[in-house]
C-alpha cells in the first residue's frame, strides 16, 4: 500500500481546509485509515481515523466536532474536513494505513505512512 497525502495550505483562524489520502495497492475494507499531525518541536499527535470501508470513524477528543474524517468510495481517498480552524492546528498532517481491524490512535501502530502535507493557519 502507497498513501498520497494533499490538499494542505496556508488557511487564516476560523477558516476551512480538506485534506485528502489516496492509497494505492492492495488495501481492505477493515483495515485503518488514519490521520496524524506533528507541530514544529512537538511529538506526531493522533487526529481522526476510520475503516478502509468508511465505517467506524473517531477522533482525537480535542479535534472532535470540528474534523470530519470520512471515506470517498468515488475517489478511493479518505478525507479529513477541518473547520474553525486555529493557529495551533498548524503542524504537517500524516495520513497513515493499519493493517489490523482493530483501532489505534498510536502512531507506531500505523506501518505505512504518506509523505504529509503542510497546514498552516495564521492568526
Known amino acids: 500500500v502507497q498513501l498520497q497525502a494533499s490538499g494542505g495550505g496556508l488557511v487564516q483562524a476560523g477558516g476551512s481546509l480538506r485534506l485528502s489520502c489516496a492509497a494505492s495497492?492492495?488495501?481492505?475494507?477493515?483495515?485503518?485509515i488514519g490521520w496524524f499531525r506533528q507541530a514544529p518541536g512537538k511529538e506526531r499527535e493522533f487526529v481522526a481515523a476510520?475503516?478502509?470501508?468508511?465505517?467506524?470513524?473517531y477522533y482525537s477528543d480535542s479535534m472532535k466536532g470540528r474534523f470530519t474524517i470520512s471515506r470517498d468510495n468515488t475517489k478511493n481517498t479518505v478525507s479529513l474536513q477541518m473547520n474553525s480552524l486555529k493557529p495551533e492546528d498548524t503542524a504537517i498532517y500524516y495520513c497513515a494505513y493499519r493493517t489490523s481491524s482493530t483501532w489505534s490512535t498510536r502512531a507506531y501502530e500505523y506501518r505505512i505512512w504518506g509523505q504529509g502535507t503542510l497546514v498552516t493557519v495564521s492568526s
Open positions: 476510520i475503516t478502509w470501508g468508511g465505517g467506524s470513524p
Open positions: 495497492g492492495r488495501t481492505f475494507s477493515r483495515h485503518h
